[in-house]
């Protein structure tokens, strides 16, 4: 197998890690002869997570197991995101629905396809639960029935304590440098310079530190076909994927140099925009989508809030004292309402119940679970 030089690293890293898990290894049948890399990383990090018999291994084996997993999956991404650099669009797009079930692609495009249809101008007049959409920052506030998706992918905001306190007494603080990002055409080196400058003056006042996991979220969010997020987790992953200077959170020069420099040079980047709808959503979306790139286990998409939310069993109604029930205002309960039932497929019955809904909503109920009621009784 031909490597480059990172492949080469990782890959000698690994068979450091596997003498002492050769024999539990070649006891595992393998049925699939791998003719590349990225599928030998595959192979083995399947044998390494589901395969190998655990109950045969000693103690001492397990240290060197979880250090193969972990290097296996840091290759994967390295390859997946060094691959990108030289795909055409069809390649790109075809990756990139290949990861849908595992990545939760549909859930992701209805965040993005929320998210662009918010007036992000001014951030003040947003809902709080809009706003934190925005940012990424799930709260117990997001009602599955309006938000239905995991308003954390593509990076979460909730660590960020400063930035969020400023959110909350001053949540316009950041349009100015929003504003500087144009919402058409491509954005320039001169336009990003401006958005760090505004951002720098907001973001001070806090004690939070200037840090591209924070602005690339709102950057990505505002023009997810310009921006990829960046989060200290995947900083190793991207850098050797890319080809790139190992990048520091507070280094925007070079986000903006050697990050977005080297994806504007991608075939798939510079590809016209397509007719088919389908493949319309991911070119409008397309840079932030390169979080597809990273590895991921199976499971990952059933991490998502939305659905850990949605798929809780509802809670008996107790009248023990100590209970506590989160009321909405009711202009909060009235802007949901309206919001649900403006959207395609709600029935007139339904509509006609918005008064009595809103009042159910106000006392704390979950809107879907109003409407999930009212079309079990009547029908």
Not at 292 to 307: G, K, R, V
Request: charged share 25%; net charge negative.
């Amino acid at each position: 197998m031909s490597l480059s030089e990172p492949q080469s690293a990782i890959y000698q890293k690994i068979l450091e890690q596997v003498a002492p898990l050769s024999l539990n290894l070649m006891a595992v049948k393998i049925e699939k002869q791998p003719q590349d890399f990225l599928a030998w990383c595959h192979e083995l990090l399947d044998v390494c997570i589901n395969r190998i018999n655990r109950d045969l291994m000693d103690e001492i084996q397990f240290k060197p197991l979880k250090k193969v997993i972990s290097l296996l999956t840091l290759a994967t991404s390295v390859t997946q995101l060094t691959m990108a650099k030289a795909a055409p669009w069809f390649i790109y797009q075809e990756f990139i629905n290949s990861q849908s079930q595992r990545h939760g692609l549909e859930e992701r495009l209805r965040l993005l396809d929320f998210v662009s249809n918010l007036d992000t101008s001014r951030l003040g007049e947003l809902s709080v639960e809009d706003r934190m959409a925005f940012v990424g920052k799930h709260t117990s506030e997001h009602d599955t029935a309006l938000y239905n998706f995991d308003v954390q992918w593509f990076g979460q905001t909730k660590t960020a304590k400063g930035f969020h306190e400023l959110l909350s007494v001053n949540p316009a603080a950041f349009d100015d440098a929003l504003s500087k990002i144009p919402d058409e055409g491509e954005v320039t080196q001169s336009q990003f310079a401006d958005f760090v400058g505004g951002f720098m003056m907001a973001i001070m006042i806090t004690s939070e530190k200037p840090s591209l996991a924070i602005a690339t979220r709102l950057l990505a969010m505002k023009r997810p076909d310009q921006f990829i997020t960046i989060s200290s987790s995947k900083l190793d992953e991207l850098c050797q994927g890319l080809n790139i200077a190992k990048l520091k959170l507070h280094d925007f020069e070079a986000y903006w140099t050697d990050v977005i420099g080297t994806i504007r040079t991608m075939p798939w980047y510079n590809s016209e925009q397509p007719s088919d709808e389908s493949e319309l959503a991911l070119w409008n979306n397309r840079v932030v989508l390169m979080d597809l790139l990273f590895w991921c286990d199976e499971e990952h998409a059933q991490q998502s809030n939305y659905l850990k939310i949605k798929n809780k069993p509802a809670r008996k109604s107790t009248s023990k004292a100590g209970g506590k029930t989160t009321r909405r205002s009711k202009e909060s309960a009235t802007e949901i309402v309206d919001r649900v039932l403006a959207m395609e497929g709600t029935s007139d019955f339904i509509k006609a119940q918005r008064n009595s809904i809103i009042a159910q909503v106000e006392s704390g109920k979950k809107i879907d679970e109003v409407i999930t009621l009212l079309s079990k009784i009547f029908g």
